[in-house]
């Protein structure tokens, strides 16, 4: 694969900022698609590139379809601003390391129901469930450190 040209830029206060060319969609270099996460089991060190790189903002319109859910609803799971994610989607922005490594969980925790469910449709259904939302709570609880 051809490694795209990067270029380096200065701005104010000494901060060095990296530009990196969009790449078009559908194409071998542009972000992947939530479906791809869903695909297969993505290793942990691709997993940590992709969150440290940033998750094209793109896949919440990838969420929304295959949830059949709101864009508000997907921005308030990345617990990102409405404004912000649209400014990124429209820019062909990635989502922060937060924001993206969320799309991460989301997409591992709706593979496993797939996987438990046999089926998107079984599991999708189920992750809007009021059960689903407490056991998604409390795994959030846990990986945070927190009290349920």
Do not use: C
Not at 11 to 19: C, S, T
Not at 77 to 87: D, F, M, V, W, Y
């Amino acid at each position: 694969m051809a490694k795209r040209s990067e270029k380096v830029t200065k701005k104010k206060h000494a901060r060095l900022v990296v530009k990196r060319p969009r790449a078009a969609p559908g194409s071998p270099d542009s972000q992947m698609a939530f479906k791809g996460f869903l695909a297969q089991d993505t290793p942990p060190a691709k997993k940590i590139q992709l969150i440290r790189g940033g998750v094209a903002a793109r896949v919440v319109d990838d969420m929304v379809d295959y949830f059949h859910v709101s864009k508000s609803e997907i921005f308030r799971i990345l617990r990102t601003p409405e404004s912000t994610a649209h400014k990124l989607i429209k820019d062909g922005r990635p989502l922060d390391a937060g924001a993206s490594e969320r799309v991460v969980r989301v997409a591992d925790i709706t593979r496993m129901a797939e996987d438990t469910f046999g089926g998107r449709e079984a599991a999708t259904q189920w992750l809007k469930t009021p059960g689903a939302r407490e056991v998604r709570r409390i795994l959030s609880a846990i990986n945070h450190g927190g009290v349920f």
